[in-house]
């Protein structure tokens, strides 16, 4: 009677073995590896050690192989030494054997497979960090048996494919708004990011011409006007930049200024004018917007040659990248 209590402990942990492979083995393919990525470059350790066996998937697949075949040991040999136990002659025979098998079989699939699956079916990112360092524990342990297999596992991917075997270092446009649409789903992108990065791709390479403002419906002041009249000016128009023109050339615009640096500096408007950046024609919407970040500047000109066709504001191009239209 004494193996009995032996059986029992056995028998424990060979469904806790069961329950951990198989629940880590779900969690693996259902994490969200975008997210263990950014958890791991954040510093979370527990996240470092999930994403090595995630860039390593044969050696994950080896020791939960392993570990679900010595789970599955434990359990039937307690099985059989717990029955042998219990009999006189020492002696089941394979009737009793099958039969307590069979018996002991729902509640090895209820508390082995099925309720750890479904933990981490809900809950895969903690409990993989949870566990990580236990399975990284077992990966080692069970080296000895699992290297050869995974061997085996990379002598068959030199038959595929080269690019199947590749690591993927730039992502297409197509993968990454897979990897984006994720992110979202995941949290990791609010709605108005969400937006903006749709937007960057409706109208990255559009031309910019069907957003400019002609140079006949420009409201701006010539270089020679006042601090008082451009002041007036401005709070007329509600305008924050207020381009200038040149008083030999009213429809050639040569700069512009800001308003609060105006009205808070009791100089003339020629002291704060700065230079218009020039764009040519049929420049994309975002190196449009690249260029007026580089240089600082709220607003641009459009050029077509020699010729001036209008501004460009940097406002309405980020209220085009956070609000695209569908015609965009």
Known sequence: MI???????????????????????TGFYRVSFLRLSIEAHAGNRAA??????????????????VGNNVANYLTTFAIVLGLTSLMDNGNPGPFWEIATTMACAPIIFLFGELVP??????????LLQRNARLFRLFYYLFAPIS????????????FAPREERAMTLVLGRKRLVQVLEEGHEQGLLSDVQDRLVNGLFQTASVPVDALVLPSSRVRGVSESATRDSVLEHARRNGLSEVAVYSDSTPGKWTGYLRTVDLATRDTTP????????????????LKVLLALNEARAPLGLICNGN????LISRRKLIEQLIRPRADA
């Not at 470092?48 to 192989?65: D, G």
């Not at 933990?119 to 895969?124: T, V």
């Not at 050869?148 to 002598?155: D, I, N, Q, W």
């Open 3 to 25: 193996l009995f209590p032996v059986a029992i402990l056995l028998l424990l942990l060979g469904l806790w073995l069961s329950a951990f492979f198989s629940g880590s083995e």
């Open 48 to 65: 470092s050690r999930a994403l090595w066996f995630a860039r390593r998937p044969a050696a994950f697949v080896a020791t939960t192989l």
């Open 117 to 126: 699956k479904k933990l981490y079916l809900q809950a895969p990112l903690k």
């Open 147 to 158: 290297f050869p297999l995974v061997l085996v596992s990379r002598c068959f991917q030199q």
């Open 270 to 285: 020629s002291a704060v004018v700065n230079e218009l950046p020039q764009l040519p024609r049929g420049t994309s919407r």
């Open 307 to 310: 010729d001036s066709l209008g």
